[in-house]
Structure formats: C-alpha cells, structure tokens
C-alpha cells in the first residue's frame, strides 16, 4: 500500500470518528431549564426557574410574544399591557 492511499484511509478513519462529534456540537439543544436556589439566613428560600427555548421563526416569536401578554394578563390584570 502506497502512502498516498494509507493517508487517504487514515484521514477518511479520522473524519468519521470526529463526525458525529462535530455534528452533535452544532446542534442547539430544543430548550433548557435552570433552577437557581438561594438561601436566605431567616431560611427561608427564593427559587428561580429559567426555561430557555430557541424561537427559529418570525411564527415562533409572535406565538411567544401572544403566549407572554396573555401571561402579564392574568398575573397582572391592572397593569393594561
């Protein structure tokens, strides 16, 4: 075997190894969840819950942005927005 076909099946080997590793780092997870726990002296806690989705189209973002009044609606019914 030459060294030119040796070269071309170890970086053919190399390149799918790596493959799926390059790919899955590409890729955006759908969404995530953070929960932050603080601790206060009088022991008592705030918790704080993130949730993070990615909105990908102009679709997305308006379904949100009706999602998110409705939500200031009920929480905040005085507040006119």
Do not use: K, Q
């Amino acid at each position: 075997m030459d060294n030119v076909t040796r070269f071309s099946i170890v970086t053919l080997v190399a390149v799918l190894i790596w493959f799926p590793v390059i790919a899955g780092a590409a890729v955006p997870p759908d969404s995530t969840i953070t929960y932050t726990i603080t601790i206060e002296e009088d022991g008592t806690a705030v918790w704080h819950v993130e949730y993070r989705t990615l909105l990908e189209s102009d679709e997305d973002v308006a379904m949100f942005d009706t999602y998110a009044g409705n939500i200031s609606r009920r929480i905040f019914p005085s507040s006119g927005t």
